[in-house]
């Protein structure tokens, strides 16, 4: 196996342990242990602690990114639901890595910051990128006849906000809200928060 | 004077100076440089750092509470925005460490979280306090023909995750957008939240 292959194998390990703890409980230790080599092997592989959090959360940015990939059929509103569906999926079952990527980019560290702001952007730029929509249908923003402006910009980040937020509470305690309801209310969020725009 | 009066002074201080540095920034020794006193007297008064910082961080709480208060004339959506007029301004006015709360409060640091988590439920359950409501208009929920369903409390919880994001954005870097457009945006975005609440 080649050490490129043995390191992609370790990160994908990572990502895995990532989902049920957080980033702090997620030590060369823990790695170690898990994959059955020593810390030595990992160092050689990782340089440090903070190389590896980089990679682990790169590739569960990536992760992110893939799942939650836009589909080419249907209406716009009926594609961003189901791109917020997969979205709700991954939080369901990456909770504890998806929380501490989320505080972790809050906390301010840098490299993380930057890679989770570029996971969140890459969900969000889908809504303005016409390349995205299907052909007779059109994108998003268009169905909603509004044009790209710098105003609906700044309430589409802040759509995604609430739906990062909502979507974190919600799967810690849906308090009785049906999956069903809470993508429904999430997808008409977006109209709603535009609603305003100039 | 009295130590009490002291300690308040202090921590009125601490406010003061949080508002253009982050929490990581504002140490004892800064503290102590800006009052003209001896750390080892700031001890005295705090124990340690944790403690002040506490101590800051719940007088900041305090007064963005206390700015944002609503005012009990008007349109229930009128009075929705200007209690956000407040809001914008605070964080325009304590910028950094408005930022340093949020941060500190998403970085698992649980006392700061929670006075966080007690100055946001403050605001949003404003929303939801027919008390608030002037006796002829009625509340916001009203207004909207809503009932305060645990739907509805997930979605406005989520509206405010907006509300801070995009004020923070947008006091970072206004793009052209401006003040009112700003704040009509926002208000406009709580009916369009809730537009799909079951």
């Known amino acids: 196996m080649s050490p490129e292959t043995r390191r992609e194998q370790l990160v994908a390990l990572g990502v895995r342990l990532l989902s049920t703890r957080s980033l702090e409980e997620l030590s060369i230790d823990v790695l170690a242990e898990e994959a059955g080599i020593s810390r030595g092997l990992l160092y050689h592989y990782f340089g440090n602690k903070r190389d590896f959090h980089r990679a682990v959360v790169r590739s569960a940015a990536d992760d992110l990114i893939r799942v939650t990939a836009p589909v080419h059929d249907g209406e716009p509103l009926e594609r961003l639901a189901r791109s917020l ?6 939080v369901e079952e990456s909770y504890a890595g998806y929380v501490s990527l989320v505080r972790a980019a809050a906390s301010g560290d840098e490299d993380l910051r930057e890679i989770y702001e570029e996971a969140r952007a890459a969900l969000t730029d889908r809504i303005f990128d016409a390349a995205d929509a299907a052909a007779d249908a059109g994108g998003v923003l268009e169905s909603l006849r509004l044009a790209d402006t710098a105003a ?9 906000a609430m ?18 309801d809470l993508l429904r209310m ?3 969020a977006l109209p709603g928060v535009l609603s305003g725009a100039p």
């Open 85 to 90: 569906d997969a979205y709700v999926g991954y």
């Open 152 to 160: 609906v910009r700044l309430m589409v980040r802040g759509w995604s």
């Open 163 to 180: 739906v990062e937020d909502t979507v974190i509470a919600w799967v810690r305690e849906p308090q009785g809200v049906n999956r069903d």
């Open 186 to 188: 999430l997808a008409a």
